[in-house]
């Protein structure tokens, strides 16, 4: 059974730091690229930071210079570094894995074949 659990959500004032794991099996990690999406009440998911096999990382335009994708392939765990915290930032994340299409669509949710249940992040002002 694949799973992708998610952790290091909270509550944390603007400015602040968080870091979110996701820790999966070794089969999630053999697709090209992962990465992290969120999503907002009444918003669409959005992805924020993908990394691929080869090391590359790509990062959506409201979070650049702010968060840092990793992973570690010995724990089979992926990471994502939150810095510089905003109030906009507040949503539920996602970790995805195994990217189906091209890397023309690592933002797009629907490209990625598994998910965790998420982990509520809250930034307050």
């Known amino acids: 059974q694949v799973q992708l659990v998610e952790s290091g959500g909270g509550s944390v004032q603007s400015g602040g730091s968080l870091r979110l794991s996701c820790a999966g099996s070794?089969?999630?990690?053999?697709?090209?690229?992962m990465g992290w999406f969120r999503q907002a009440p009444g918003r669409e998911r959005e992805g924020v930071a993908i990394?691929?096999?080869?090391?590359?990382?790509r990062y959506g335009d409201s979070v650049k210079g702010r968060f840092i994708i990793s992973q570690d392939n010995a724990k089979n765990t992926l990471y994502l570094q939150m810095n510089s915290l905003k109030p906009e930032d507040t949503a539920l994340y996602y970790c995805?894995?195994?990217?189906?299409?091209?890397?023309?669509?690592?933002?797009?949710?629907?490209?990625?074949?598994?998910w965790g249940q998420g982990t509520q992040v809250t930034v307050s002002s």
């Open positions: 995805a894995a195994q990217l189906s299409t091209s890397r023309l669509s690592m933002f797009l949710a629907a490209a990625y074949n598994y």
């Open positions: 990394i691929c096999s080869d090391g590359i990382t």
């Open positions: 070794r089969y999630t990690y053999t697709g090209d690229c």
